[in-house]
């Protein structure tokens, strides 16, 4: 399984931007499709975005698309996730997560997770 560490959440007005970043470990990385999920404070966990082993094809949230966007590294092994003009509704802990297909992201590796808080 890959170990996954994420960076760069913090603090940030609406209308503002972050950049998400998940290191993977392992020689398998460009093996496995790599996406975000985040998880407000009393809500669920939900899917944020993915992208393919070869990062050709990406798919978001209906809450996101527009806003974000999601790019890999192979050489680096990293994934990672811009996010411009957050709303308060953005903020949660966001997960990276990886697997080896699309259809069962969410039942693969997690990472630790990293805090994003957009203020009005």
């Known amino acids: 399984q890959a170990q996954l560490v994420e960076s760069g959440g913090g603090l940030v007005q609406a209308g503002g931007s972050l950049r998400l970043s998940c290191a993977a470990s392992g020689r398998t990385f460009r093996s496995y499709v790599m996406g975000w999920f985040r998880q407000a404070p009393g809500k669920e966990r939900e899917f944020v975005a993915a992208?393919?082993?070869?990062?050709?094809?990406?798919d978001y949230a209906d809450s996101v698309t527009g806003r974000f966007t999601i790019s890999r590294d192979n050489a680096k092994n990293t994934v990672d996730l811009q996010m411009n003009s957050l709303k308060p509704d953005d903020t949660a802990v966001y997960y990276c997560v990886a697997n080896v297909n699309r259809a069962t992201l969410h039942l693969g590796s997690w990472g630790q997770g990293t805090q994003v808080t957009v203020f009005s």
């Open positions: 992208i393919s082993w070869s990062g050709g094809t990406t």
